[in-house]
């Protein structure tokens, strides 16, 4: 299935939740909605689910308006961070509820149900559970209980809301790998919500990062690494470090610090493209810096063996800069010249910048 959002707004009290959202998902999608804390990510897939409502905008599942069709009739399902299992029901039951309520004309009959959620207990690899309540099994057995009931009633869109935000870190890992390949198995369209920008990066065909209450890039992983739409999204993905700049029509120059100007021509981002002077912020990743040791602007503060790499903390004047280098290059309190390889650069107005 599609899904379609047209100038969608959502106001609370006092927070506008969201800003004339716009976004198409393709059938088959696997979509992640990444953004800081409060950006609505919640909120957005609140209002999918039809658990809540915009002030304004449509949503539209295969072209249809969603406006007048109430959450148990929009075939989708979803899974929320806190699991949310019913604590008295056994883990079958709580796979079967979705069936059993739904009006008794579309209800399948009792043996049907039955083998369904077996058949779904056996893909989620905890068949030997169903017996069991809730509090009986594990963080990561219970997500999949979750994930169980939501595909019972054969949605046509799957939402989930920080799916794995409850569990450690590799467990984590290991559900991720498996979500992805069911979702591509079962032919789903699916979003979910993250604020973890490896698992949206690694997971999500396309990634919608969403700052105040709006999407302000929805694009591939690869495209959002390497061409972020603006400084939110360029300091916001991909471990760079943000710097207060100018640029000229020759290069930008690294305000406050004793970094070597940059040339245009080395420059990253659109305003390193187009003719725009003036102030700047720019972002630098930890692997875009050269270490050349001998005396310099740098002072080797602390390093950290990190597969194959050294990932290091220099004082550049009055600032900490982060940047990976060979094994073996420097000691801690050795002198280097650090020099930035590139920069991504954002003129100060650009649109939603930061600050
Ligand atoms: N029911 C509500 N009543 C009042 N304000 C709300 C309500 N739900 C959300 N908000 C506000 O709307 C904004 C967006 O919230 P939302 O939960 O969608 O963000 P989020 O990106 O999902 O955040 P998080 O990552 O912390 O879950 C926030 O400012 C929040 O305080």
């Not at 990253?268 to 700047?280: D, K, N, V, Y």
């Not at 790499?309 to 280098?325: D, K, N, S, T």
């Amino acid at each position: 299935m599609s899904l379609e959002l047209r100038g969608l707004s959502r106001r609370f009290d006092n927070a506008q939740a969201l800003r004339d959202i716009a976004l198409q998902v393709d059938g088959g999608e696997f979509v992640a909605l990444l953004g800081p804390s409060g950006s609505g990510k919640t909120t957005l897939l609140r209002i999918l689910a039809g658990l809540d409502f915009p002030d304004q905008g449509e949503v539209r599942i295969d072209g249809q308006d969603m406006a007048q069709v109430p959450a148990r009739h929009r075939r989708i399902g979803f899974v929320f961070q806190h699991y949310a299992l019913f604590r008295h029901m056994t883990v079958f039951e709580n796979v079967a509820f979705g069936l059993r309520v739904r009006p008794r004309a579309s209800r399948p009959p009792e043996a049907e149900i039955a083998a369904r959620v077996r058949r779904l207990l056996e893909r989620m690899q905890i068949a030997e559970l169903e017996r069991r309540l809730p509090e009986q099994i594990s963080g990561g057995q219970r997500q999949r209980v979750a994930l169980a009931r939501a595909l019972a009633i054969e949605p046509r869109l799957l939402l989930l809301d920080e799916p794995f935000g409850a569990l450690d870190a590799e467990v984590r890992k290991g559900l991720r790998h498996w979500l992805r390949a069911l979702h591509v198995e079962l032919g789903l369209t699916s979003l979910f919500v993250t604020h973890d920008q490896d698992e949206a990066m690694e997971l999500a065909d396309r990634v919608a990062v969403m700052q105040a209450g709006r999407i302000v890039q929805f694009d591939t992983p690869a495209r959002i690494l390497d061409q972020p739409a603006n400084g939110f999204v360029a300091g916001f993905i991909g471990q760079a470090q943000r710097f207060a700049g100018r640029l000229t029509s020759q290069e930008l120059i690294f305000e406050g610090l004793p970094l070597a100007p940059l040339p245009r021509a080395l420059l990253l981002g659109e305003a390193a493209a187009g003719a725009g002077q003036g102030p700047a912020e720019a972002f630098v990743r930890t692997h875009e810096w050269q270490a050349t040791p001998g005396p310099g602007n740098a002072v080797l503060r602390s390093a950290r063996a990190a597969g194959g790499r050294v990932q290091a903390v220099f004082a550049v004047g009055p600032a900490l800069i982060e940047a990976e280098i060979p094994p073996g290059l420097l000691e801690p309190g050795e002198t280097c010249q650090l020099d930035p390889l590139t920069a991504r650069v954002f003129l100060a107005d650009t649109p939603f910048a930061t600050g």
